[in-house]
């Protein structure tokens, strides 16, 4: 649409990308809806979704981990 002339502003921009996202995100859209999509811009919008998959990534691994030490643990008996 830039390409053609058209100004998008942030907040058209995140109303569009909101509906397109997968049912894991649902937890950072409801955050990101409570607050005043006027005032955010999209690289926050993006911050916002990028530290809900770190944290997503980082539980999973703890997880493999602790059943790793566990599998372990329990050879040792």
């Known amino acids: 649409m830039k390409r053609y002339g058209d100004t998008l502003e942030d907040v058209q921009v995140i109303e569009k990308i909101i509906p397109s996202l997968v ?31 770190d944290n997503f990534k980082r ?10 030490k566990d599998k372990v643990s329990l050879k040792d008996f």
């Not at 049912?23 to 979704?49: A, H, N, R």
């Not at 539980?59 to 790793?68: G, P, Y």
């Open 23 to 53: 049912p894991k995100f649902d937890f950072v859209v409801c955050v990101i809806e409570s607050k005043d999509l006027d005032f955010m811009t999209i690289e926050q919008v993006m911050g916002e979704f990028q530290a809900q998959e």
């Open 59 to 68: 539980r999973q691994d703890e997880s493999l981990e602790q059943n790793l």
